[in-house]
């Protein structure tokens, strides 16, 4: 592995000056800030952290995150309300980005103008022209940008990738995948601190570029709800499907778009779907065939929560949830007949000509075929998010390429964003994935 210092200097040469100087810090350890320290920043932060990562500071809005992130990581950490002040220092080499949607493309921007490395959560953006000048950003400056769907650096896609390019189940043709809950927490209600005062909560500051409101500690606790912060159930979780879905046919993004669906259950003043349903024609792609996904996201499943995948081919179906599973059943190797409503004489001669051709045959052992089912499974505790970190940090030392760089990001999050536009406007949209840009 190379050492600090060797990084830093590769990475010094792509870059300006300036921003070559805030890489420093006094030992070999990488050092992170997070922006955003709620639920999948405290995630975030533990991932890096267990990579061998050093915290150094948290910026976030409402003090008891700031209160928090000193409980769970110590009183060493700076912490500030105002992520800016994170990015001017200089003992800081990367940031990871866990805010609420509507801050990612800003924050993200500024960072690597800062010369600061991204870890940014997804969806990379939420606004669909904000991705292509993103990954211009990350160009431009010769930062890392990860993006945070962790599913792309799962073993357990890269096993169902290999699969799929080994043939295991002939040829695709559509993918089904779908992500149901049934519970008030699954449905985004999460708990408001019994301390969300305007003293405590730098509420403007949570608002930012978004249309300005009186203080309502609700629209921040639960931002994803609003279309204001957020992405709904689009940009949320088909997200983390199209992301892993690319990632397992190397394809790019869909050709046209259409989405439906409403808010049937959850009617708390939120201004998204509870359920949403997308489908998505996909062009083919090297020796991808073309094939159709269907996605679902339902919030009102009274079975309870289920994810997964379902990639059907010519020859079998591959399943992944926890790990994949590949079913076959053989097609028979006679056609077989439908003639029972036919005339008498008519059916005769039909079955005549048929035994002529598939002559009848007593059943054997020999000619029986095989239909079965093999699952794959990782290691027991194995996590996909750990593997993404470490991606990252990885990539960061070596200033080699991450798994989920901007394109892929936006290639993802622009069909999502896509269904979001598709389900508010009541129209189909046809996109390029090749340019990622709105066609036609
Ligand atoms: N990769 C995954 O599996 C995964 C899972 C959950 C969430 N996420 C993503 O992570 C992000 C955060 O989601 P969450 O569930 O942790 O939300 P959260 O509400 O728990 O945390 C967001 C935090 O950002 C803070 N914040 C808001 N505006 C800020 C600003 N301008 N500057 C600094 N801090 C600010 C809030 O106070 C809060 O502490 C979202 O983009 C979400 O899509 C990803």
Not at 286 to 306: C, I, S, W, Y
Not at 431 to 440: H, L, Y
């Amino acid at each position: 592995m190379p050492t600090r210092r060797h990084f830093l200097q590769s990475a010094a040469a792509a870059l300006p000056l300036s921003a070559a100087q805030t890489t420093r810090s006094a030992n070999d350890r990488i050092q992170i800030a997070t922006i955003g320290l709620g639920g999948m920043g405290t995630g975030d932060t533990q991932s890096s952290l267990a990579n061998g990562a050093k915290l150094v500071a948290v910026a976030d809005i409402y003090q008891g995150r700031l209160t928090r992130a000193r409980e769970s990581f110590g009183n060493d950490v700076a912490i500030t309300r105002d992520y800016r002040e994170v990015l001017a220092r200089k003992d800081v080499d990367a940031v990871i980005i866990s805010t609420p949607d509507h801050w990612h493309a800003r924050i993200a921007t500024e960072a690597m103008q800062a010369g600061k490395d991204v870890y940014v959560e997804k969806p990379m953006v939420q606004k669909l022209d904000d991705g292509l000048p993103l990954a211009e950003v990350a160009k431009a400056t010769g930062r890392i940008l990860q993006v945070g769907s962790q599913r792309v650096s799962s073993v357990v896609y890269k096993k169902a990738q290999m699969l799929l390019e080994s043939g295991a189940i002939g040829e695709l043709n559509m993918v089904e995948a779908w992500w149901d809950r049934n519970s008030a927490i699954g449905a985004w209600q999460y708990s408001i601190p019994t301390d969300a005062t305007p003293e405590n909560i730098d509420w403007d500051r949570f608002i930012g570029a978004a249309p300005k409101r009186a203080f309502e500690p609700t629209r921040l606790f639960r931002w994803r709800n609003y279309q204001d912060y957020g992405t709904g159930v689009a940009g949320d979780l088909f997200v983390h499907l199209f992301s892993g879905m690319h990632f397992i046919t190397g394809a790019i993004g869909p050709e046209r778009v259409y989405a439906t669906g409403g808010l049937r259950y959850w009617k708390d003043g939120r201004d998204v779907p509870d359920v949403m349903l997308g489908v998505y024609d996909y062009p083919s792609r090297g020796k991808m065939p073309a094939f159709n996904l269907a996605l679902r996201v339902n919030f009102v499943n009274g079975a309870g929560e289920t994810s997964g995948f379902r990639f059907v081919g010519s020859e079998g179906i591959m399943t992944v949830d926890n790990g994949v599973t590949v079913s076959k059943q053989p097609r028979e190797s006679e056609p077989g007949y439908t003639v029972d409503q036919f005339p008498k004489a008519v059916q005769d001669q039909y079955l005549k000509e048929y035994y002529a051709k598939y002559p009848r045959q007593n059943p054997t052992a020999d000619a029986m075929r095989p239909a079965n089912q093999e699952k794959y499974l990782p290691p027991p505790g194995y996590s996909d998010h750990m593997d993404h970190h470490r991606n990252f940090l990885e990539a960061v030392r070596s200033r080699k390429p991450v798994t989920e760089d901007a394109l892929f990001g936006i290639r993802a999050a622009g069909p999502a964003l896509l269904s979001n536009m598709s389900i508010f406007n009541k129209r189909p949209y046809n996109w390029n994935p090749e340019a990622v840009k709105i066609a036609g």
